[in-house]
């Protein structure tokens, strides 16, 4: 994947735009330093379920698999490929019999889908942001003028569109636009 350097350029009256800029900035509280700030952070508007912060794990995507997904894949998975299993049980109780937390990863996992619809933060990222991560610290902000702010950022892999789309939704009064382009193209040019 590729960073995308990104420019949001909001615009409105110069109260709305200041209430934006207000709503969507966050102080992430530090031990034994102090809170940075993120201008813009994505999570303020669409904030992400507290369960869905588990790492992709190749032991819970493997849990998952071998309970609710493709068996024929589940076959193809390193340490599995070759043994001769032929049931789902089969294949449950040996790699239940490898690990202790086997089957919570499957139960987390599918619980996540079903309330959620995504099993791990990263999709459900994607799918909300655009984007794999939220951003930091990082991003710059500059007051172009009275009712005119700028964000200079850089997101994994995409520009941020869906959480663009929201955020214009939630502000109709705002004009919001999005720059982007990806580092390739730039360092090609």
Not at 104 to 131: A, C, D, I, M, V
């Amino acid at each position: 994947m590729q960073w995308c350097f990104n420019r949001l350029r909001v615009q409105g009256s110069p109260t709305e735009v200041d209430e934006f800029a207000r709503i969507v900035r966050v102080a992430k509280e530090l031990a034994h330093r102090s809170p940075l700030i993120y201008p813009l952070y994505f999570g303020t508007l669409a904030p992400r379920p507290l369960a869905l912060d588990v790492n992709e794990e190749p032991m819970g995507d493997l849990a998952y698999d071998a309970y609710h997904g493709d068996f024929s894949k589940v076959l193809e998975y390193p340490g599995i490929l070759g043994r001769g299993f032929t049931t789902r049980m089969e294949v449950c109780r040996f790699l239940g019999s490898r690990s202790s937390q086997f089957r919570s990863f499957e139960k987390l996992f599918e619980s996540n889908l079903q309330h959620y619809g995504h099993r791990t933060w990263l999709t459900w990222n994607l799918e909300h942001y655009g984007t794999k991560w939220d951003l930091n610290e990082d991003t710059r902000f500059a007051r172009i003028a009275p009712g005119v702010i700028e964000y200079h950022f850089q997101t994994m892999g995409a520009p941020p569109e869906p959480w663009v789309k929201l955020a214009a939704r939630q502000f109709p009064a705002l004009d919001l636009s999005l720059l982007d382009a990806l580092a390739d193209l730039l360092l090609s040019r």
